[in-house]
């Protein structure tokens, strides 16, 4: 009887954690305390994002040239991975975000290589969404892990990354956003 126990529990341990890698593996943090996990992938806040347009494709399969960079003031764009378990309270977060956005505030988000339906329902009408079909920009931009989003001006200039999974996730990068640009404006000033 104690043996059997013994090895309900053993199993239940690596049940458990076999678990918490996978869930670590979802967020980008496979390698704990690697320099990779401090260092984000992509590109550096304060550079330009992508010069050149890209070809991406939009849900009703249109091919569809996509500068990253704002029209308005800002530019959010978020870089999905289908499939994930997270995809519904994403997709709502999204919604929600994108509600919120000003007149001078733009969202796109881009899935990789496919799109998953339900996503597109429930984030909405009011989202753009994309699709890089070979995963190319993903991979351009070094973009290894997901859900990411970055917050671009009208030049291209990254002003912001993070990784994001919430709408306080998608808030706050949004809010260093306007802070870096607040702090570029006071350069300068005294």
Same mark, same amino acid.
């Given at each position: 009887?104690?043996?059997? *126990? ?7 341990? *690596? $049940? ?28 550096? *806040? ?5 010069? /050149?347009? $890209? @070809?991406?494709?939009? %849900? ?6 996509? +500068?990253?960079?704002? @029209?308005?003031?800002?530019?959010? %764009? ?10 519904? #309270?994403?997709?709502?977060? %999204? ?9 001078? #505030? #733009? ?13 597109? +329902? ?5 989202? /753009? ?15 290894? *892990? ?7 001006? +009208? ?10 999974? /919430?709408?306080?996730?998608? #808030?706050? %990068? ?5 802070? +870096? ?5 006071? $350069?300068?000033?005294?």
């Amino acid at each position: 009887m104690l043996a059997t *126990v013994v090895v309900l529990l053993y199993l239940a341990t *690596v $049940v458990v954690g076999v678990f918490l890698l996978l869930l670590y593996r979802q967020f980008g943090l496979l390698a704990l305390g690697s320099a990779q996990t401090i260092r984000l992938p992509g590109p550096r *806040v304060g550079r330009i994002v992508h010069r /050149t347009p $890209v @070809s991406l494709i939009d %849900v009703h399969g249109h091919r569809r040239a996509v +500068r990253l960079a704002a @029209s308005g003031r800002y530019l959010f %764009v978020l870089f999905v991975f289908p499939g994930s378990p997270f995809d519904a #309270e994403l997709a709502d977060a %999204v919604r929600a975000f994108a509600a919120r956005l000003g007149d001078s #505030e #733009e969202l796109l988000v881009v899935s990789r290589a496919s799109l998953n339906p339900g996503f597109a +329902r429930r984030a909405g009408d009011g989202v /753009t969404l994309l699709i890089d079909p070979d995963a190319a920009l993903s991979q351009t931009l070094d973009l290894q *892990v997901g859900p990411y989003m970055f917050a671009v001006d +009208r030049s291209g200039l990254l002003l912001w990354r993070d990784l994001v999974n /919430t709408l306080e996730d998608l #808030e706050r %990068v949004r809010e260093q956003a306007k802070e +870096r640009e607040a702090d570029r404006s006071q $350069v300068g000033r005294k």
